[in-house]
């Protein structure tokens, strides 16, 4: 589905990704693990088109996308959510589940709309709340249900749980799990609880100081000594 070839991207003179070189498959769940500063969030920027590649190329189902912009890649199916969460503060709940679905037909888009809250239970109940009100798990929420409801075939996921509580955070990532066998979606994850990624996840791509250090790693094989060998050495 997604191939990318020696990618090379950063902030202006400073090289982040130094020739990233993956290859993601349909219908799996991907975790990208590495420390601090590996430059797993630049590369989800790079493949969502936020930010321009100095080198290599992007492949989404053939296609090269290397140059397309994030609203060419959103029609694409390729969905993208941003560290913190990005929904319209001044709108509510339900407004904002209203716009991600702007291009859906009415009766698509309300049946879209009753899925999500079956998936977050919590927003049905806060539908006509203004999201500025939203608590951060609420907000991380209704931002992941804004791209699901758009039917994505590719969700980059950029640390989706941080900044939450705990029990908030097995629950958004359980309906991301869900998601993704309702619809058949593929996803490329960045998780700051690695234990917790796991649990949802098929395989595992290890990424230290801007390159992916070895092919896929299916996540029953992903040992204590690899942690080690990403995070210590």
Do not use: C, W
């Not at 058949?184 to 949802?200: F, R």
Request: proline share 4%; aromatic share 8%; net charge positive.
């Amino acid at each position: 589905m997604l191939k990318i070839e020696n990618l090379k991207a950063g902030y202006g003179k400073r090289e982040v990704l130094h020739g990233i070189n993956l290859e993601i498959k349909g219908n799996f769940t991907y975790l990208l693990v590495g420390p601090n500063g590996a430059g797993k969030s630049t590369l989800l920027k790079t493949i969502a088109g936020f930010l321009r590649p100095e080198e290599g190329k992007i492949y989404f189902k053939g296609e090269d996308i290397t140059f397309l912009s994030p609203a060419e890649r959103s029609k694409r199916k390729i969905g993208y959510f941003f560290q913190g969460g990005e929904v319209f503060r001044n709108l509510t709940v339900k407004e904002n589940l209203e716009i991600a679905g702007l291009s859906m037909e009415r009766k698509e888009l309300l049946s879209r709309i009753e899925v999500i809250y079956g998936l977050f239970p919590k927003l049905k109940k806060l539908e006509n709340r203004r999201a500025g009100l939203l608590s951060g798990g609420e907000r991380h929420q209704l931002a992941l249900g804004m791209i699901f409801l758009k039917k994505p075939e590719f969700i980059l996921l950029d640390e989706p749980s941080a900044g939450l509580a705990p029990s908030v955070v097995k629950e958004v990532l359980l309906a991301i799990k869900k998601m993704k066998e309702m619809d058949s979606v593929t996803i490329l994850l960045v998780e700051q609880n690695i234990s917790e990624g796991l649990k949802i996840s098929d395989f595992v791509y290890p990424m230290k100081t801007g390159q992916i250090i070895s092919s896929a790693v299916p996540v029953k094989e992903f040992k204590l000594d690899m942690m080690e060998e990403i995070f210590f050495k």
